[in-house]
């Protein structure tokens, strides 16, 4: 009962003051002739006076909170209605006045809260489920949004709009093969309409399908130049294919049609992210159970120019330490090398292909040599691409290579295809010729399983795959066995702590062995990846790693590293 009264006297303060026709008859004269707006006035008037003298009517209330909305009032007309509810609490019509008017002013928590009580008393209505799902929607409650509309639409299929409106919440939270989903049971329904064919676009960019998307959303944009959301739409799918100087082509477009939309400017900020300039300065510290320990920066910064090119340079400095004695330190007795190379490089989009190199100077002791890299990126299909590298430098794994001047040659090619939105396959294998006689060869193959998608979370089941073969095993200060095997099983997780902050989890578990251990025996990783303000200017990127029992490049069973870069985009 306190409660009750307390509640009502704070909503009483908010409408029942005095109302003078001086306060009220110009924001009234917007909406209404003066006539009715003087009216109007006259009935607010009337109404605070009978408040006035039988506060506990709660019928005045709800009188004077429609008369409120009447004259364009939402705020007042909601502490009205909720003046009517401390009176009477848990009244149908009461609660879905308020759900109404809460959600006219963006109160949409209040708005669902009304909506949650009304269910209670209508179990079997849908559409309270249907209401519940939007505000849910446009409150930012997205896991709560599909869950009521999948209510709603369990009992009722045949509405086909409202599976539209459940592909573009599931869109919202990230769960992109839910909304493809919804999007063909739309399309059973009503067929492919320009709606259907306008959000299967969205949802296609959104989810890495950026070529598709491009197609479709350039066939409407010839019906509908002028259309807003098409034309975000296609300015990112362009952003997502490289395509510089059409994306911001685009933009321009985007920003004529709404220039201060919270849309233009998260698209402003995507195509930052994706195609523009950026400079970081990275620091990695590296332990292992070999007493090995590398600390390395490594500063970089890129320009990217209008016509998709960009241009790279980059400065690296390592120290390593090793123990003495261990097989690692200098075949000298030395225990530290220091290594430093000092870049530069320029990468060029030609349609689907793109090609990158760079040369540099290196010194480690008292060597020097001129690395170098060429590269090339294919993108196939959206579902496919292909990458291949050459690259000549110094192996920098330990004291000992460093000061033998090791150094090799190598060759990458990288397979990453998803055949459906779910499903991801990455093959990986290289060839590495050394310059004292030995031949590396290292295949990875990756596969991964989308397993969730919610507002805060995502989660990915997978595995991998790893093999290791060396033509000839000598003592020059990196694991090389003739056979190296690893199989483990992988849990990957991410958590969204906010639009512009986020956590990347991988913790992988199996079973590896090499020739001198003929059984297999348990190891794995653990790493993770903080990133704050994803989409903003400045960025800063925590990396950590652990690998218990699983050989590494030293040849260490264990191992510990902790990273940190400094971003900025321009």
Same mark, same amino acid.
């Given at each position: 009962?306190?409660?009750?009264?307390?509640?009502?006297?704070?909503?009483?303060?908010?409408?029942?003051?005095?109302?003078?026709?001086?306060?009220?008859?110009?924001?009234?004269?917007?909406?209404? &002739?003066? =006539?009715?707006?003087?009216?109007?006035?006259?009935? @607010?008037? %009337?109404?605070?006076? #009978?408040? !006035?003298?039988? $506060? *506990?009517?709660?019928?005045?209330?709800?009188?004077?909170?429609? &008369?409120? =909305?009447?004259?364009?009032?939402?705020?007042?007309? @909601?502490? %009205?209605?909720?003046? #009517?509810? !401390?009176?009477? $609490? *848990?009244?149908?019509?009461?609660?879905?006045?308020?759900?109404?008017?809460?959600?006219?002013?963006?109160?949409?928590?209040?708005?669902?809260?009304?909506?949650?009580?009304?269910? !209670?008393?209508? $179990?079997?209505?849908?559409?309270?489920?249907?209401?519940?799902?939007?505000?849910?929607?446009?409150?930012?409650?997205?896991?709560?949004?599909?869950?009521?509309?999948?209510?709603?639409?369990?009992?009722?299929?045949?509405?086909?709009?409202?599976?539209?409106?459940?592909?573009?919440?599931?869109?919202?939270?990230?769960?992109?093969?839910?909304?493809?989903?919804?999007?063909?049971?739309?399309?059973?329904?009503?067929?492919?309409?320009?709606?259907?064919?306008?959000?299967?676009?969205?949802?296609?960019?959104?989810?890495?399908?950026?070529?598709?998307?491009?197609?479709?959303?350039?066939?409407?944009?010839?019906?509908?130049?002028?259309?807003?959301?098409?034309?975000?739409?296609?300015?990112?799918?362009?952003?997502?294919?490289?395509?510089?100087?059409?994306?911001?082509?685009?933009?321009?477009?985007?920003?004529?049609?709404?220039?201060?939309?919270?849309?233009?400017?998260?698209?402003?900020?995507?195509?930052?992210?994706?195609?523009?300039?950026?400079?970081?300065?990275?620091?990695?510290?590296?332990?292992?159970?070999?007493?090995?320990?590398?600390?390395?920066?490594?500063?970089?910064?890129?320009?990217?120019?209008?016509?998709?090119?960009?241009?790279?340079?980059?400065?690296?400095?390592?120290?390593?330490?090793?123990?003495?004695?261990?097989?690692?330190?200098?075949?000298?007795?030395?225990?530290?090398?220091?290594?430093?190379?000092?870049?530069?490089?320029?990468?060029?989009?030609?349609?689907?292909?793109?090609?990158?190199?760079?040369?540099?100077?290196?010194?480690?002791?008292?060597?020097?040599?001129?690395?170098?890299?060429?590269?090339?990126?294919?993108?196939?299909?959206?579902?496919?691409?292909?990458?291949?590298?050459?690259?000549?430098?110094?192996?920098?794994?330990?004291?000992?290579?460093?000061?033998?001047?090791?150094?090799?040659?190598?060759?990458?090619?990288?397979?990453?295809?998803?055949?459906?939105?779910?499903?991801?396959?990455?093959?990986?294998?290289?060839?590495?010729?050394?310059?004292?006689?030995?031949?590396?060869?290292?295949?990875?193959?990756?596969?991964?399983?989308?397993?969730?998608?919610?507002?805060?979370?995502?989660?990915?089941?997978?595995?991998?795959?790893?093999?290791?073969?060396?033509?000839?095993?000598?003592?020059?200060?990196?694991?090389?066995?003739?056979?190296?095997?690893?199989?483990?099983?992988?849990?990957?997780?991410?958590?969204?702590?906010?639009?512009?902050?986020?956590?990347?989890?991988?913790?992988?578990?199996?079973?590896?062995?090499?020739?001198?251990?003929?059984?297999?025996?348990?190891?794995?990783?653990?790493?993770?990846?903080?990133?704050?303000?994803?989409?903003?200017?400045?960025?800063?990127?925590?990396?950590?790693?652990?690998?218990?029992?699983?050989?590494?490049?030293?040849?260490?069973?264990?191992?510990?590293?902790?990273?940190?870069?400094?971003?900025?985009?321009?």
């Amino acid at each position: 009962m306190i409660a009750r009264t307390l509640v009502l006297a704070s909503v009483v303060s908010a409408v029942a003051a005095p109302l003078s026709a001086q306060a009220v008859a110009p924001g009234v004269s917007q909406a209404t &002739t003066a =006539a009715q707006g003087e009216e109007t006035i006259r009935t @607010l008037q %009337a109404l605070q006076q #009978a408040i !006035a003298v039988s $506060p *506990g009517d709660a019928a005045l209330y709800s009188r004077l909170s429609q &008369t409120y =909305a009447t004259a364009g009032f939402g705020q007042a007309a @909601l502490h %009205a209605i909720e003046a #009517a509810l !401390a009176l009477e $609490p *848990g009244r149908a019509d009461y609660l879905r006045a308020r759900a109404t008017l809460a959600t006219w002013v963006g109160e949409y928590g209040h708005a669902g809260e009304s909506y949650r009580q009304l269910r !209670a008393l209508y $179990p079997s209505d849908l559409e309270i489920a249907l209401a519940l799902a939007r505000v849910s929607a446009w409150g930012g409650d997205t896991d709560n949004a599909v869950k009521e509309y999948k209510r709603y639409l369990n009992g009722n299929a045949s509405n086909a709009p409202v599976w539209l409106e459940l592909a573009k919440t599931e869109s919202w939270r990230g769960n992109y093969p839910g909304s493809i989903e919804a999007l063909e049971a739309y399309r059973a329904q009503a067929g492919e309409t320009d709606s259907y064919h306008a959000e299967m676009a969205a949802v296609l960019v959104a989810a890495g399908r950026p070529g598709r998307a491009e197609h479709l959303v350039t066939r409407l944009l010839a019906q509908s130049p002028a259309d807003y959301e098409l034309n975000l739409t296609h300015t990112l799918a362009l952003g997502s294919q490289q395509r510089a100087k059409a994306a911001f082509e685009s933009l321009d477009t985007v920003r004529q049609l709404s220039p201060n939309a919270p849309q233009t400017r998260t698209t402003e900020r995507v195509l930052r992210n994706l195609l523009g300039s950026s400079a970081e300065a990275p620091f990695t510290s590296y332990a292992d159970s070999d007493a090995l320990k590398l600390q390395r920066i490594a500063p970089r910064a890129t320009v990217a120019l209008g016509s998709g090119t960009q241009i790279s340079a980059g400065y690296e400095r390592s120290t390593l330490d090793a123990r003495s004695g261990s097989g690692l330190d200098s075949l000298d007795g030395q225990t530290r090398a220091n290594y430093e190379h000092l870049w530069a490089g320029a990468a060029q989009r030609i349609g689907t292909i793109a090609v990158n190199g760079q040369v540099g100077y290196a010194t480690g002791n008292d060597h020097a040599s001129n690395p170098y890299g060429v590269g090339l990126e294919a993108r196939v299909a959206d579902s496919l691409r292909l990458t291949v590298v050459r690259a000549s430098g110094p192996l920098v794994i330990s004291p000992r290579t460093v000061d033998l001047g090791l150094s090799a040659i190598s060759h990458r090619a990288q397979i990453d295809w998803t055949p459906s939105l779910r499903y991801q396959l990455l093959f990986d294998a290289s060839l590495q010729d050394l310059s004292d006689g030995n031949r590396r060869w290292e295949v990875t193959f990756s596969p991964r399983r989308t397993m969730a998608r919610r507002a805060g979370f995502n989660l990915d089941l997978g595995g991998v795959a790893y093999r290791l073969e060396t033509s000839r095993d000598f003592d020059h200060g990196y694991y090389d066995p003739r056979e190296y095997e690893y199989y483990a099983a992988g849990i990957y997780p991410y958590l969204k702590l906010r639009e512009n902050a986020g956590i990347a989890m991988t913790v992988a578990a199996g079973v590896q062995r090499d020739d001198r251990a003929p059984s297999f025996h348990f190891g794995g990783t653990v790493s993770s990846e903080a990133t704050f303000g994803i989409y903003r200017p400045w960025v800063l990127k925590i990396n950590s790693s652990a690998t218990l029992n699983g050989r590494l490049e030293s040849g260490a069973f264990r191992a510990f590293s902790v990273a940190a870069a400094l971003v900025r985009r321009f």
